[in-house]
């Protein structure tokens, strides 16, 4: 039974929930987090932030166009766990990981004005990286993996795997004179 509960499809609810009720406590805590919460010395903190744009605040161009782009790949990532062949869990667990994180910050720009809470800071001293959440996560983590998958899916046969001893008898020799 436990086993069921790891299934491809998972990924998608699971990175969505964790980061509704991520950023549901984030917004309940404004206060505390106006300044920043060390959690891992300064190396990891928590810290508000609301981005109006796409990924690291890149491409502010607007509440609805980012709206109907995350629609948009939302859907289109939902037809390719439906139709992707073969059924390989990796990949499936990959885009559904990639699909809860869209919905995620999708769901931000519908009903928090566009803004998607970011909460998550990390790097080092005044080398930081830009500010993301749990969606942010499903995401990035999603599509490495689901890079990976696909290379591995496309890469011929290795070296080792060509080299290795068939099960098949070796067909007759000529008998040496």
Known sequence: ????????????????????????????????????????????????????GS????????????????????VFLAWLYVTSKPRNPLRLGAMA????GALGNLVDRVFYGGLVVDFIDVGIGTHRFYTFNVADIGVSLGGVVLFLSLMREGKPATAATAAAPSADPPADRPDDA
């Open 55 to 74: 990924a690291m605040g890149l491409f502010p161009v607007g509440r609805w166009a980012l709206v109907v782009i995350s629609a948009a790949a939302s």
């Open 97 to 100: 990981a990639i699909f809860g």
């Open 1 to 52: 039974m436990p086993s069921r509960l790891w299934r491809p499809w998972f990924w998608a609810p699971l990175v969505l929930v964790v980061d509704l009720v991520t950023k549901r406590l984030v917004l309940a805590n404004i206060a505390a987090l106006q300044g920043r919460i060390d959690f891992i010395g300064d190396f990891a903190r928590f810290i508000y932030v609301r981005n109006p």
